[in-house]
C-alpha cells in the first residue's frame, strides 16, 4: 500500500515562503495525477493544487498566483511551493491522488503549516 510521506511545514510570518515535499513509493507515480490538499480543524480536506501526469497544474482560487505544484517523477516526489503566505493558509498539508475517489487509503501524516506573526 502507497502512504505519501509529507515535509516541509513549519512557522513562518506572513509573506513568508516555504516548500512542501511529498514522495511516494510505488513504480508507477509518474501515471498518476497528484494533489496537495489542506486541511483545518473541523473541516474536509480541500484541493489546494494539483498536477496532472503530463504536467498540467489547476489551483484553488485562493492560492492562485502564490502557490506551484511541481513533480519530479525519477524521485517520485511532488513539491508545493508556496510564497506570499497568508495566515489563512494555515492548515495541515497532505498530498494524495486527484481526484478524491482515487485517492491511496492511506493517507500520510501531513505537514503543518503555520503562519503567524
Known amino acids: 500500500q502507497v502512504q505519501p510521506v509529507e515535509s516541509g511545514g513549519g512557522l513562518v510570518q506572513p509573506g513568508g515562503s516555504l516548500r512542501l515535499s511529498c514522495a511516494a513509493s510505488?513504480?508507477?507515480?509518474?501515471?498518476?495525477?497528484m494533489g496537495w490538499y489542506s486541511q483545518t480543524p473541523g473541516k474536509q480536506r480541500e484541493l489546494v493544487a494539483a498536477?496532472?501526469?503530463?504536467?498540467?497544474?489547476i489551483y484553488a482560487d485562493s492560492v492562485k498566483g502564490r502557490f506551484t505544484i511541481s513533480r519530479d517523477n525519477a524521485k517520485n516526489t511532488v513539491y508545493l511551493q508556496m510564497n506570499s503566505l497568508k495566515p489563512e493558509d494555515t492548515a495541515v498539508y497532505y498530498c494524495?491522488?486527484?481526484?478524491?475517489?482515487?485517492?491511496?487509503?492511506?493517507w500520510g501524516k501531513g505537514t503543518l503549516v503555520t503562519v503567524s506573526s
Open positions: 494524495n491522488r486527484t481526484p478524491l475517489l482515487r485517492a491511496w487509503p492511506n
Open positions: 510505488g513504480s508507477f507515480f509518474s501515471i498518476y495525477d
Open positions: 498536477i496532472t501526469s503530463g504536467g498540467s497544474t
